[in-house]
């Protein structure tokens, strides 16, 4: 309920054209092929053919086998995230100890954190490798999968905060596919969704794939129905042998209210286990649903150059619009202004801000390839990328109404008043970046890679109330990411990197200097890690553990209450993960253990971040029954250690533990294939405080949610 967005006037017009220009573009190009032997597509950035790998191709690091990259990344396939009951990006977390929830509830958009850095919405998310933003509901029903990238990503991403990047990977066409999915879960959540694609003409020459998805949202809290939709179409055309030209576009709606989180009662933190986690504290006759809609397309032209090299162009847009609503509670006037008061009431808000848009626009050119020199193999690539990101909002509401109670059972309170009260800050920003990278191999043990990215940003920031005047910013920076790797032994290499990043910041709605622009924050990380390989006729396992050291500066408001940049924080942290799979066996595990601190602060507390669990585990593991039908039997393992609730550090939120389990039958129905899905998440039911972040320097509590069980069934024709 904080964010900025965009002018609708620049580019619904040419972004809702996009299908069509390709369409005209493809007929226009000759068809050569025709004359040629069978058409091909080139190969261009990572397929993902597993469920789980450990490797993404946003590090942009080619197709080099996972334990050769000097990285930390994954990618998680649709049917891993099928299999882990994943339906949103919050769900994620169950699969990787480097992430956590930053503030993730029912009817609102997704944040994570990655090794402790909460991700920014609208600089750390890519979408095919494009900048986006994810200020919005991103369905995952036309997504072939999401790639995890830790770590500061300068050199990958140029603007970005340092915990890592999110990559969606939309589906595109690759042969007969069929498929319709029905999903219920005991809360009334209901969803049905197909996807269809084909490959059509004399040589196959073309592609389709078409998504689409209903959805009624419901859960075990308290008036929160609402609904979701999707529609989207991938087409691909083979211009001539090793040339493709390809384009999507997706549609996207949801309405759902969004559910506020509990909070300290004066100095107490309350039991969990004493709160009842169906209770909707945004519940009022007058309460309206948050909105989120949604188109984003890409069109793309892909080249196989011979000898090794290879092309793309790719152009992209996301047009986002929302209504941000809700009976919010925040503080006890006038004794707290960061929680409730003790004997659990609350003073309520009415949150308003509607029409809000955004805009991003992002065109990316790059080409890569292989040069040798002497006894060097050079393994290449050069991009430019140019984007631009406009924020609109409209004034708002954030008024008073009333009293709440954390039991739920408050009195009617009447709406706001029409006239707004709330100010917001309109943002536009362009930026045009080039980047370059090298990876070298020296014979058969010794690996380096050196990369700069060279970022040329303008910043421009409007006050809806004239607080300040029109600020315009232009600054060119460079972020330089190099590592150097050896063989310790077959398919094993222990590695070291360096690299920084940067990242654009505001200062906070309730500072003197509201929506001013920050200077640029440079983030530096060092890591060191090894990463392995097994495969035997038997078994197949990957394993890698690392250190890592981030360095970030912070802000902090001074006595004047301006915020300005005052300290940094270090996150120093152990990483580990192991997956295989022997026989009927498989298993994959991570974990975590963080060091977080904030340093150098006159202004601020030189303590831990708020709602930064100190240690994380992720255990999961399965078997196959082959007979008489395939029948898989999986349990999951989520352990978040203890998480600060306040900047002073004086209370914390204890460790939890979760257990998730479900089963997945396979089974043959004429010229059908159906898979069952059985899932039980929190088996235990267990009670305990999920997160607690910070909002508007505020306090919230979120708990667990109450045992779920889903039943779906996949058909594939």
């Known amino acids: 309920m904080h964010r900025p967005s965009l ?22 190009l000759p068809v050569a092929a025709q004359e040629s032997g069978d058409l091909t597509l080139p190969s261009i950035g990572v397929t993902a053919t597993a469920k789980r790998q450990p490797k993404a191709s946003i590090s942009g690091l080619g197709d080099a086998p996972a334990w050769q990259q000097p990285v930390q990344a994954l990618t998680f396939s649709q049917d891993a995230l099928r299999d882990a009951q994943v339906t949103r990006l919050a769900d994620v977390t169950k699969l990787d100890a480097s992430t956590s929830d930053a503030y993730n ?50 050199i990958q991403a140029g603007v970005s905060s340092p915990g890592g990047l999110v990559n969606y990977l939309v589906k595109r066409p690759e042969g007969r596919v069929r498929t319709a999915t029905f999903s219920i879960d005991d809360a009334g959540d209901a969803s049905t969704s197909v996807d269809l694609g084909d490959r059509f003409g004399e040589r196959k020459e073309w592609g389709l794939r078409i998504n689409a998805a209903i959805e009624k949202l ?32 997706e549609h996207s709606a949801a309405s759902q209210p969004s559910i506020p989180g509990f909070s300290m009662l004066g100095d107490t933190l309350p039991s969990a286990k004493d709160i009842d986690p169906g209770v909707n504290l945004n519940h009022q006759p007058w309460t309206q649903p948050s909105q989120f809609r949604g188109t984003t397309g890409t069109i793309r032209l892909k080249s196989d150059l011979g000898q090794g090299w290879r092309s793309s162009v790719t152009y992209g847009a996301q047009y986002l619009k929302s209504n941000d609503r809700a009976a919010f509670p925040w503080g006890c006037y006038p004794t707290n202004s960061d929680r409730y008061c003790a004997d659990g009431t609350f003073d309520l808000y009415d949150f308003r801000s509607d029409s809000e848009s955004r805009l991003n626009q992002s065109l990316l050119a790059q080409i890569e390839g292989h040069v040798t020199t002497g006894t060097v193999r050079h393994e290449v690539g050069a991009a430019i990328l140019r984007s631009t990101i406009k924020t609109d909002l409209h004034p708002g509401w954030f008024t008073p109404v009333g009293k709440g109670d954390i039991s739920g059972q408050f009195p009617e309170m009447p709406p706001a008043a029409s ?40 910043r421009q920031v409007n006050s809806n109330d004239g607080s300040f005047d029109t600020q315009v910013i232009h600054k060119t920076v460079n972020t330089p990411w190099a590592a150097i790797g050896y063989n310790v032994a077959p398919q094993t290499q222990a590695y070291v990197s360096w690299g920084e990043g940067v990242e654009i910041k505001y ?34 396992q990957q394993w890698s553990a ?23 924080s270090k996150h120093i942290g152990i990483e580990g993960s192991w997956q295989g799979r022997a026989g009927a066996w498989g298993w994959g595990s991570s974990a975590m253990v963080l060091d977080a601190k904030r340093e150098n602060s006159q202004f601020a507390a030189n303590k831990s971040p708020v709602n930064v669990p100190d240690q994380l585990l992720k255990v999961s593991g399965s078997y196959t029954f082959k007979h008489p039908t395939p029948v898989t039997l999986q349990a999951d393992l989520v352990h978040e250690g203890r998480r600060w609730v306040d900047v002073a550090n ?8 979760r257990v998730d389990l479900s089963l997945r039958a396979t089974q043959a129905w004429d010229a059908r294939t159906v898979t069952w899905r059985l899932a039980v998440n929190n088996v235990f039911d267990t009670r305990a405080w999920r997160e607690a972040p910070n909002s508007f320097d505020h306090i919230y509590l979120f708990p667990m949610a109450e045992r779920t069980i889903t039943a779906s069934a996949q058909i594939d024709f």
């Open 650 to 657: 004086t209370t914390r939120i204890p460790a939890w533990n």
């Open 546 to 568: 690392s250190v890592f050291h981030i360095a970030r500066p912070e802000g902090a408001t001074n006595a004047d209450d301006v915020y300005l940049i005052d300290g940094q």
């Open 7 to 28: 002018p609708r006037r620049s580019l619904r017009a040419p972004y809702l054209l996009t299908p069509l220009a390709i369409a005209a573009l493809s007929l226009s």
């Open 105 to 154: 509830t029912v009817g609102y958009w997704d944040y994570l954190t990655v090794r402790g850095f909460a991700l920014d919405n609208a600089y750390n998310y890519r979408r095919e490798g494009l900048p986006i933003s994810a200020e919005t509901r991103i369905a995952l029903d036309n997504k072939a999968g999401i790639e995890l990238f830790k770590g500061t990503s300068g």
């Open 419 to 458: 006239t707004p009260d709330y100010d917001q800050v309109d943002r536009h920003e362009r930026t045009t970046e080039l980047s370059m990278r090298d990876a070298m191999q020296w014979g058969p043990h010794w690996r380096a890679w050196m990369g700069l990215r060279h970022s040329q940003i303008r």
């Open 218 to 249: 419901k859960s075990h809290i308290d008036a929160t129905d609402g609904h979701r939709r999707l529609a989207a179409i991938a087409v691909d055309r083979v211009l001539v042998p090793g040339h493709v030209l390809e384009a999507e576009v």
């Open 507 to 540: 200062a906070p709605r309730n500072t003197a200097n509201a929506g001013a622009p920050m200077p640029l924050l440079k983030s530096r990380q060092t890591e060191l890690g090894v990463k392995g390989q097994v495969n035997t006729p038997h078994t197949t």
